[in-house]
């Protein structure tokens, strides 16, 4: 019940996403290697406001068949694979310390985990910012509850579950010093919105960080739709109007992009 009552508080309006089963387990040899890389033939484009934005076509394995810029969107993962995202190994696949000590958090920043699932990165996160802020957002109510559940259960009073939908991040205008983006974006069903509310809740001056498997390097064994290329990245981001400030380099499977909302 707390937990439910938490969520309504901070509820935003939108649609619950269509999630799929399983969850993005990687995949091996012939099915990891760049698929996704060159751009899809789209059957039907559809407009939103007047523009061009998607397209839609035959879904691929795992996809959607929704096409932005060229790149399939991936299927929702489902809570149903929550455990997945908890996995020991992942430790040594993806170095979450390495990720996090990258950020070069400030005590006070306020921190978007979007995307946030059970909270693997929230839960990293929450400790760096004692006197900030790390709003958990996701659109599955259910993995919500896991983050709600273990903060209260561990005393994480800098936690906040926020209950985004698939267009909006639910969270204030220039509200967040930093959005992260772990393994989530390339399965966003409306990225062009998403980069637009994210855009609107940074402060000027504040930071979007996107972590994607890379979709360069055949021996990073996931599936096409679940990578992406930096220059894929790169040209939906920048269309959002965030300025490219750097690529990390320091994890071993995944690129570690940052990007800023300019300073006014
Ligand atoms: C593969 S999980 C990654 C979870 C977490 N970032 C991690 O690395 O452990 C992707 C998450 O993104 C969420 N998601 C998908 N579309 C979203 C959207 N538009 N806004 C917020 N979360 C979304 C899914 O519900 C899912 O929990």
């Not at 789209?42 to 076509?57: C, I, K, L, N, P």
Request: glycine letters at 8%; a negative charge.
């Amino acid at each position: 019940m707390r937990a439910l009552a938490l969520l309504a508080l901070v509820v935003a309006v939108g649609c619950r996403a269509q999630t799929s089963e399983p969850a993005p387990v990687p995949a091996r040899a012939a099915d990891s290697v760049g698929q996704s890389l060159a751009p899809r033939a789209a059957t039907r484009a559809f407009s939103q406001e007047g523009a061009v934005a998607y397209q839609e076509g035959p879904a691929s394995a795992d996809g959607t068949g929704r096409t932005y810029l060229g790149r399939e969107i991936a299927q929702v993962m489902s809570h149903r694979g929550a455990a997945w995202l908890e996995r020991p190994d992942r430790e040594r696949e993806e170095r979450p310390a390495v990720l996090v000590r990258a950020l070069d958090l400030a005590p006070d920043d306020v921190v978007a985990d979007l995307g946030a699932g059970t909270g693997y990165f929230t839960f990293r996160l929450a400790p760096l910012v004692p006197d900030g802020r790390v709003f958990a957002v996701d659109i599955q109510p259910e993995m919500l509850r896991i983050v709600e559940d273990r903060a209260t259960t561990e005393g994480f009073a800098n936690v906040a579950p926020v209950l985004g939908s698939e267009t909006s991040t639910g969270l204030r205008p220039q509200s967040t010093d930093l959005t992260l983006v772990v393994d989530a974006y390339h399965e966003f069903s409306h990225p062009r919105e998403m980069l637009t509310s994210i855009y609107q809740a940074t402060r000027p001056g504040g930071r979007l960080v996107l972590v994607e498997y890379r979709a360069e390097d055949p021996d990073v064994p996931i599936k096409p739709l679940h990578k992406m290329t930096e220059a894929q990245a790169r040209l939906e981001v920048e269309a959002a109007g965030f300025q490219f400030v750097e690529n990390l380099g320091v994890l071993p499977q995944q690129h570690l992009l940052v990007f800023e909302r300019p300073a006014e």
